[in-house]
């Protein structure tokens, strides 16, 4: 779970990305297939105008009830979350490049491992509290997995820990715990649990700039017509 932890700034919009592998999602009624609106698209990965409208609303259906949001609030949302969006985007078409998958068998490992850390019938809670079926939940995790597993196949050669650096965050941040009876126990593999902690804090710091050179390697068409509408409609709550 250390691997995942790290990352969830920038994948963590629960159930909220629908991504088509070719060609393009669509849904059917009585008279045939419907494409969906698309707000913005990387080569044949996209994501919809709903997708994106809903994202907004959970956001803001976070904030406080007593808290008055206003058009500037509500504008960051959009922008952070149409930033999100799209670094998604750009990770699933590097995951295409690089042939990355995530196979059956990881999903299911990584399913067991987040539902063992619930008490047990609490994760189904989770789900119906979220509106969010498993299927959808399942699908978004493997994207979110795949996206863990192209950072790290990037990001992770260019890591190098020393001895001197262990020590340092050692010193750091858990000098004190050695006369805490309590917090000895958590650190009994204390070398292992601080080398992934300094290595995921280099690789945040790496995946910026990182992500800044992919992102001028990639086209990103966005629908101005809709984004125009959802700006104009969001302005006028």
């Known amino acids: 779970m250390q691997r995942l932890q790290w990352h969830h700034r920038y994948i963590g919009i629960l159930g909220a990305i629908l991504v088509a592998w070719a060609g393009f999602l669509s849904c059917s009624d009585s008279q045939g297939p419907v494409s969906p609106e698309v707000l913005i698209r990387i080569n044949d990965s996209f994501i919809t105008v709903d997708t994106f409208q809903k994202a907004v609303l959970d956001a803001t259906d976070d904030f406080p009830a007593d808290m008055d949001m206003d058009a500037g609030m509500l ?40 539902k063992g850390d619930y008490p047990k019938g609490e994760f189904d809670q989770v789900m119906l509290e979220q509106a969010v079926s498993f299927q959808q939940w399942k699908n978004d995790l493997r994207i979110r997995l795949l996206m863990v597993k192209v950072v790290d196949h990037e990001l992770e050669p260019r890591i190098h820990i020393t001895t001197e650096e262990i020590s340092d965050f050692y010193e750091k941040h858990y000098r004190a715990s050695e006369s805490d009876p309590d917090r000895q126990a958590d650190v009994s593999n204390i070398d292992a649990i601080i080398a992934q902690q300094v290595r995921n804090s280099k690789k945040e710091a790496l995946y910026r700039d990182w992500m800044t050179t992919l992102e001028k390697q990639y086209t990103l068409n966005v629908n101005q017509v809709a984004w125009d509408r959802i700006v104009k409609r969001n302005s006028a709550r």
């Open 75 to 114: 504008a960051d949302i959009r922008l952070r979350i149409l930033n999100q969006f799209t670094e998604r985007l750009i990770l699933i078409e590097k995951a295409r490049e690089l042939n990355l998958q995530i196979s059956d068998t990881e999903l299911e490992e990584a399913i067991a491992s987040i």
